[in-house]
């Protein structure tokens, strides 16, 4: 994909949808980050119905920490390996207490260190929580970037390291949260609906979908 192109890309994102978000429903970066945390192999809707009767009784790491793991285990048993997600849930909560005075560290090296966290949870709450231009790739990011020649990589990282070099700035800050919403809605696995893609021209896939 040309320069001209990736831009033309990002521009037409940039039209159909101008203040891009996540679909997790958060009211702080301490609910973000569990959220996301959360979100590991699992659906933003799923994950959002958990959160919604668990955020209204704790919305603190103290008061998940008072939950206890079995408090919290039935707040978010319909999670996805939530038996494994709840042991490091308490555990970042222990160390945002004990480290943090309790609020979400704003550095990478600070939330890579949480039980539970990894780069592209890292990512998304520096992006979407302190509005830092990263880019987290998950899987819908990873194959749009594959599958339209706007960053192909072999490797999420590679990929992440290809949209940070090449992305134009003005576009950096947004560029996760469209395309996510692209593969997760669009530029679908099974069958892309390149029809009602808004960026098919701009995409290098040779094998788009007909009406």
């Known amino acids: 994909m040309t320069p001209r192109q990736r831009a033309a890309l990002f521009s037409r994102l940039q039209k159909a949808n101008p203040h891009p978000t996540t679909e ?16 590991a192999q699992a659906t933003d809707v799923s994950v959002n119905k958990a959160t919604a009767g668990l955020f209204r009784v704790a919305r603190t790491p103290a008061a998940i920490l008072s939950l206890g793991e079995a408090g919290l285990k039935q707040h978010i048993r319909t999670i996805g390996l ?8 308490l555990r970042t909560c222990q160390v945002l207490v ?20 990894g780069r592209k949870t890292a990512n998304v709450v520096l992006n979407t929580a ?11 990011i990873f194959r749009v970037a594959n599958r339209t020649g706007l960053a192909p990589g072999r490797t999420p990282r590679a990929v992440e390291d290809a949209l940070v070099a090449t992305t134009p700035a003005r576009f950096r800050r947004d560029a996760h949260h469209w395309l996510i919403l692209l593969g997760r809605y669009v530029c679908k696995a099974r069958q892309p609906d390149c029809p009602h893609c808004p960026v098919a021209k701009q995409c290098d896939y040779p094998h788009k979908t007909a009406p």
Do not use: C
């Open 24 to 39: 997790l429903v958060y009211h702080s970066p301490f609910e973000l980050l569990i959220s996301v945390i959360l979100s």
């Open 82 to 89: 939530f038996n494994t997600k709840a042991k490091n849930i």
């Open 98 to 117: 004990d480290e943090h005075g309790g609020e979400v560290p704003r550095s990478r090296e600070a939330l890579e260190a949480l039980p539970g966290v």
């Open 130 to 140: 302190f509005g830092e231009p990263t880019i987290a790739v998950d899987t819908h």
